[in-house]
């Protein structure tokens, strides 16, 4: 594996370079030098047969290889390389951006070897999506081609396209076609420098790109006066990553660059740096995730046991997806769509529980932070099913393609396997300086070399793969005695008695069983019952009585306690806990939620719902009138999720809302809810 520092070799430009200069510029030693160009040469002799030399203490780099060194740093062939549409656009973006000179139709020519049709067409398509986000790239014979439109917005595109390039066909190699590759080199080694002298702990899969993303920045600083407001200032300069950014800035000694962009890019830093939690201004998001917590616990009627682990936890996340939020820096994620179909409930809940984060930014929640947060929050609410009893083993999770897809790796293997101690690592670096006696097998998204039990698996599994993973692991570790057979085993068996008619084959039919059994295993996976499974038309109750908020409780639960859902005591529970904790059941709306713990007197999963005429105030307060009680009985944390996810989207749905509340029959209701589960 090439250090990256070698690469400093190859954007030189030069034919030739004394072993102690490259030495003296990167910090690698003559033999860490020497061993760079041994594996380097395997790929250059390959591609395009020319290879580095050493002759007395010089490094003689060949025309070819000064030419197409980028390529082969990559182990690219240049003359087949191709960059594809959707890469053109974002690159012609990010050049535009981080403009050094005077860009033409020709300047983009040159750095993607295209032709000028293919590159009008780009651009046209580039200022179509770019017109959707109110940003221009425009064009005059004075200066060229540039940017136009609000600052924060355009920094906050190129941040986008920078993660779509980097997690595209051809990786970060098109993302050093628009930078100087020299600078960013200078630039990713005196970040690493400052995470050294300080002892920081960092996201390493988010350092490359912050490193990127920075370059680019800095050398739009170099050409720009720009003229804007951060918000957030004075929290921003009273952190720690304050003085680091001042640090990292010295490099551009002969530019001046205002707090504001200091600022900017410290709330860089603080998307890609962990542990900040001892930072005293930064208390508020500890009091908001509390807060968040909280909700989530109202709204799926729930009790975290760990409360202050979880917290701890979610500030962790909280910290950087604040200043990502604020700052519309959105990560990419590729499986958000997939979280959106596997976690749905869980996505819905998470989604109303951010409201006290809504509090504390000015800018829109986006679809991928909530899924990051969903899979926190699904995550602990699968670490808490009952362990089973078996033998402990430990077990390594390694995915290097980024923290949501770690994240949901480690929830979804969890689920899967409450008995083995999971610990995790977000690079390859990482997991070749762990001592492979600290764990008894892998999982990893990525093949690797080692001595141990290594599953090689996606981040989310299908029903059937994790059918087979379970029965993988439990021959291989003897962790249940029960056999489950692959449609290998079975077809091996009935294989001599089966004729294949024209057409089908044995992986043809593979795959035609497999997709038939993933069906059938997501819909018996997934058993968990509606909400309109729950509250039929019996469990619903309209009164116009008027009725205080501890008689109104006690006749909404009244069809769960007459079908034998609950015991007499589980309403007094119900009860004591509003006068313990507060009108909690409020789950805004005028909606409430009475619940208690399954252990109060629950039997079985139950919902029931009392409409009232007549607005009963809980705990005697005008603030919390309430018109619809809707009781939960619940039996544990997770079978209920299903139904109060689909309950949780109708009541969001305002004209749904006004619907129920207006309805003057249990008929009205069932159809109301009926309805509302249908809608996507």
């Not at 979610?314 to 997939?338: G, S």
């Not at 021959?475 to 001599?496: C, G, H, N, R, Y």
């Not at 409020?586 to 999963?605: K, N, S, T, Y």
């Amino acid at each position: 594996m090439i250090d990256y520092r070698f690469k400093f070799l190859i954007f030189l430009d030069k034919e030739k370079v004394s072993l102690s200069y490259m030495s003296e510029k990167t910090g690698m030693s003559e033999l860490e030098i020497i061993e760079n160009i041994k594996s380097f040469n395997q790929v250059a002799q390959q591609t395009i047969g020319e290879t580095i030399t050493l002759k007395d203490e010089q490094i003689i780099v060949p025309k070819g290889i000064v030419k197409n060194g980028l390529y082969l740093l990559f182990d690219k062939d240049p003359q087949n390389f191709f960059i594809n549409e959707e890469e053109r656009r974002y690159l012609i973006y990010l050049i535009s951006f981080a403009k050094k000179e005077e860009l033409s139709i020709y300047s983009f020519q040159d750095i993607m070897k295209v032709s000028k049709n293919t590159v009008l067409k780009d651009i046209k398509q580039l200022r179509e999506d770019l017109e959707k986000e109110g940003v221009g790239l425009n064009y005059t014979r004075k200066t060229g081609f540039y940017l136009e439109g609000n600052e924060l917005t355009i920094r906050s595109i190129a941040y986008s396209y920078l993660q779509k390039l980097m997690n595209g066909d051809n990786g970060e190699l098109v993302t050093y076609l628009g930078i100087d590759a020299l600078f960013y080199i200078e630039i990713h080694q005196r970040l690493l420098d400052i995470i050294q002298s300080y002892q920081l702990s960092i996201v390493p899969s988010r350092l490359k790109e912050a490193s990127f993303f920075i370059t680019y920045l800095l050398t739009r600083y170099q050409q720009y006066e720009l003229d804007w407001q951060i918000s957030n200032k004075e929290l921003i300069m009273s952190l720690a990553s304050f003085q680091y950014s001042k640090e990292l800035l010295m490099i551009l000694s002969d530019c001046k660059i205002s707090e504001e962009e200091i600022c900017y890019i410290t709330m860089i830093f603080m998307t890609f740096l962990q542990n900040n939690q001892n930072e005293a201004s930064l208390d508020f998001l500890v009091d908001c995730a509390s807060e968040m917590i909280y909700e989530m616990e109202r709204l799926a009627a729930i009790q975290f046991k760990d409360f202050r682990a979880l917290l701890l936890n979610l500030v962790h996340h909280l910290i950087p997806a604040f200043f990502r939020i604020e700052y519309q820096l959105v990560l990419e994620n590729e499986l958000i769509e997939e979280i959106k179909i596997q976690y749905a409930e869980m996505f819905e809940l998470t989604k109303r529980a951010l409201f006290p984060l809504k509090k504390v930014t000015t800018q829109v929640i986006s679809d991928e932070e909530i899924g990051y947060l969903t899979i926190l929050f699904g995550g602990e609410i699968n670490s808490q099913r009952k362990r089973k009893d078996f033998s402990s083993l430990k077990a390594l999770i390694l995915c290097p393609s980024g923290i949501s897809s770690s994240l949901i790796m480690k929830s979804e293997l969890q689920s899967l396997f409450p008995q083995i101690n999971f610990f995790q690592t977000n690079s390859i670096e990482q997991y070749n300086a762990q001592h492979s006696e600290e764990y008894d097998l892998i999982f990893s998204s990525v093949p690797v070399k080692t001595d141990k039990k290594l599953y090689v698996i996606d981040p989310i599994l299908t029903t059937l793969e994790k059918n087979l993973l379970v029965r993988q692991i439990q021959e291989d570790f003897f962790l249940s005695k029960i056999w489950f057979p692959t449609f290998d085993d079975i077809l091996d068996t009935v294989a001599p008695y089966i004729v294949f008619k024209n057409g089908m084959n044995r992986d043809k039919l593979y795959r035609l069983v497999e997709k038939k059994l993933n069906l059938k295993m997501k819909r018996k996976e997934d058993d968990r019952p509606m909400l309109s499974e729950l509250l039929t038309e019996d469990m619903i109750e309209i009164t116009d009585q008027r009725l205080d908020w501890e008689e109104a409780i006690a006749l909404a639960a009244k069809p769960l306690l007459a079908q034998d859902y609950i015991e007499e005591r589980y309403i007094d529970a119900m009860i004591n806990k509003v006068k313990d904790y507060g009108p909690f059941i409020h789950i805004g709306q005028g909606i409430a939620l009475p619940h208690a713990r399954p252990e109060d007197g629950v039997h079985h999963l139950g919902m029931s719902l009392l409409k009232v005429e007549q607005p009963v105030l809980l705990l005697d307060e005008e603030k919390h009138a309430i018109h619809l009680f809707i009781c939960l009985a619940a039996i544990d944390n997770e079978t209920h999720l299903k139904a109060l996810a689909s309950l949780t989207k109708i009541l969001s749905n305002k004209e749904k809302l006004n619907e129920l509340t207006q309805a003057k029959t249990k008929q009205e209701i069932v159809n109301i809810i009926l309805k509302g589960e249908d809608e996507k």
